[in-house]
């Protein structure tokens, strides 16, 4: 499945070409959160605050992104790392808005 995802992230990301400056920028400052690594040697309490405001981070960008560009072929990719990323809704409590529309967005991405 992970594997599935991964090549439709990257069909997704060949067809931004068309895209904007503007998203272009949306986009890069997402895939730096993305790409940030958290340096093996830090303590346990630094490794989970860094990976805390990451997610945070990754959260705040990707939504932005998704609201601004919501044509933007890079929405697929968008939705499918958050929702590795991000924790999992309780099955048993409503999904808020920004869960569902993540929801709907992978599932999209995927039935692609």
């Known amino acids: ?23 272009d920028q949306a986009w890069s400052e997402f895939e730096q959160i993305r790409a940030t690594v958290i340096p093996v040697d830090a ?7 860094r ?3 990451k997610v945070e981070n990754l959260r705040r960008v990707g939504a932005a992104f998704l609201d601004e560009y919501p044509d933007d072929p890079r929405r ?3 939705a499918v790392h958050l929702r590795e990323n991000l924790p999992w809704p ?3 409590s409503p999904l808020s808005a920004f869960d569902a529309r993540l929801r709907d967005l992978t599932v999209a991405a995927v039935e692609r």
């Open 51 to 53: 990976w805390k405001t």
């Open 1 to 23: 499945m992970r594997l599935l995802l991964l090549s439709l992230v990257a069909a997704c990301c060949v067809g931004a070409a068309d895209a904007s400056p503007a998203a």
């Open 90 to 92: 309780d099955p048993q």
């Open 43 to 49: 303590t346990k309490d630094e490794k989970n605050a």
């Open 76 to 78: 697929w990719a968008v």
